[in-house]
């Protein structure tokens, strides 16, 4: 005689259940989330950046936005298109934020024609170590000129939207810029130009 199997509740939540339960602050029902879709998205960006660690990166802020916005989903059958979007829209910003910076890179050198560009020899070291150094020299500049640089040069903002954001006049920001930039330039001159000041 066959022993009866034992019964096991088959169905798993669905991602609408499982929403609504980290809405009410169930975190055990969002981890099953990411279990469920962790590893597809993962892959998915992976196959996009070519890089797993920033895929991973990628998909954890993606997963941290879904779940900091969970009061706000709206349950139409799409979860993992949603993530899939959050997650690419997060790519898109980072690859505009790096383009913004290769963009002012050239901007921050000095245009006397001594050695504009690092030297193309271990190029991928060398890019890696001017944007450290960019990064420092942005970082070292006062406030004042640092925040409308990062938001008009980096993050794309207009200028009159950095006017209005941070209470200046236009004619205000454009010479901040102009300052922040002239300062960068002089502390970077000497990383760019082999030495010479």
């Not at 993962?42 to 941290?64: I, K, M, N, S």
């Not at 006397?112 to 020899?121: T, V």
């Not at 794309?156 to 004619?171: D, F, I, Q, S, Y």
Request: charged share 30%; aromatic share 6%; glycine share 6%.
């Amino acid at each position: 005689m066959q022993e009866p199997a034992l019964r096991v509740d088959e169905r798993a939540p669905s991602d609408e259940e499982l929403m609504a339960a980290t809405r009410e602050g169930d975190r055990d029902a969002f981890a099953l989330l990411v279990d469920r879709y962790q590893n597809p998205l993962v892959g998915y960006l992976a196959r996009l950046t070519g890089c797993r660690q920033r895929a991973e990166d990628l998909a954890q802020d993606a997963f941290l936005a879904l779940y900091q916005h969970a009061d706000r989903y709206v349950e139409q059958g799409r979860l993992q298109g949603l993530l899939y979007r959050i997650a690419t829209n997060r790519l898109r910003s980072q690859e505009r934020r790096a383009r913004r910076w290769r963009l002012l890179e050239p901007a921050l050198v000095s245009r006397n024609g001594h050695g504009s560009e690092p030297a193309r020899a271990p190029q991928r070291v060398l890019a890696d170590e001017a944007q450290r150094e960019l990064a420092a020299a942005l970082a070292a500049l006062p406030i004042a000129f640092r925040v409308p640089l990062v938001l008009h040069e980096i993050e794309g903002w207009p200028l009159a939207e950095v006017a209005r954001w941070t209470g200046c006049r236009e004619g205000t920001v454009k010479s901040r810029i102009h300052r922040g930039r002239r300062r960068l330039r002089e502390r970077l001159a000497p990383y760019f130009e082999g030495g010479r000041s």
